[in-house]
T-cell receptor
Framework: KAGVTQTPRYLIKTRGQQVTLSCSPI?????VSWYQQTPGQGLQFLFE???????NKGNFPGRFSGRQFSNSRSEMNVSTLELGDSALYLC?????????????FGQGTRLTVV | SQQGEEDPQALSIQEGENATMNCSYK?????LQWYRQNSGRGLVHLIL?????REKHSGRLRVTLDTSKKSSSLLITASRAADTASYFC?????????????FGEGTQLTVNP
């Protein structure tokens, strides 16, 4: 069974640009969550999608958005990039939302904003 | 902000020794999970312990959970150089619907050969 796949692995963008990150969950998993990891703030929850609907949202500005497709793949978008958005963005896959089971993570997308 | 706190922040041991990491949290939880991360890469799931469990084993890993003290510990026995990584605990709160993990700050473990 393939794991969680995130693309691209690395990205360099300029301030003010926008970026889209992609996450393909484990086959059969329907819940996808996104996290931001920075040295200063650690791992912070961004949002969760289940059945193409946002179930939960963390404390991030509206520049951060996401969506989920009918095949459970998810994308995350950040508009008007700021230097502080430089981080490792991690996607987690669970078989159901609120199922209280394991969440499996992808390798992450390393975003650098210059 | 991070709910969990882990201690120690850094731990350096020799190969073959045991490593113990602790995690504390603040809310009522459904479960607690431990993850490993190598050098800024993805998180590898190690073990999940539910709120009604007190101890769980998986290979060289032993996890305990004390819900009255809101704390958990991860013990790695007979450590190897390959165990060098950051270890994080993550909780799923009873107060949150859906899937949402709150992570601790992590413990950086170094196992010297």
């Amino acid at each position: 069974k393939a794991g969680v796949t995130q693309t691209p692995r690395y990205l360099i963008k300029t301030r003010g640009q926008q970026v889209t990150l992609s996450c393909s969950p484990i086959s059969g998993h329907r819940s996808v969550s996104w996290y931001q990891q920075t040295p200063g703030q650690g791992l912070q929850f961004l949002f969760e999608y289940f059945s193409e609907t946002q179930r939960n949202k963390g404390n991030f500005p509206g520049r951060f958005s996401g969506r989920q497709f009918s095949n459970s793949r998810s994308e995350m978008n950040v508009s008007t990039l700021e230097l502080g958005d430089s981080a490792l963005y991690l996607c987690a896959s669970s078989w159901n939302s609120g199922a209280r089971t394991e969440a499996f993570f992808g390798q992450g997308t390393r975003l650098t904003v210059v | 902000s991070q709910q969990g706190e882990e201690d120690p922040q850094a731990l350096s041991i020799q190969e073959g020794e045991n490593a113990t990491m602790n995690c504390s949290y603040k809310t009522s939880i459904n479960n607690l999970q431990w993850y490993r991360q190598n050098s800024g890469r993805g998180l590898v799931h190690l073990i999940l312990i539910r709120s009604n469990e007190r101890e769980k084993h998986s290979g060289r890993l032993r996890v305990t959970l004390d819900t009255s003290k809101k704390s958990s510990s991860l013990l790695i026995t007979a450590s190897r150089a390959a165990d060098t990584a950051s270890y994080f605990c993550a909780t799923e709160s009873k107060e949150t619907s859906g899937s949402r993990l709150t992570f601790g700050e992590g413990t950086q473990l170094t196992v010297n050969p």
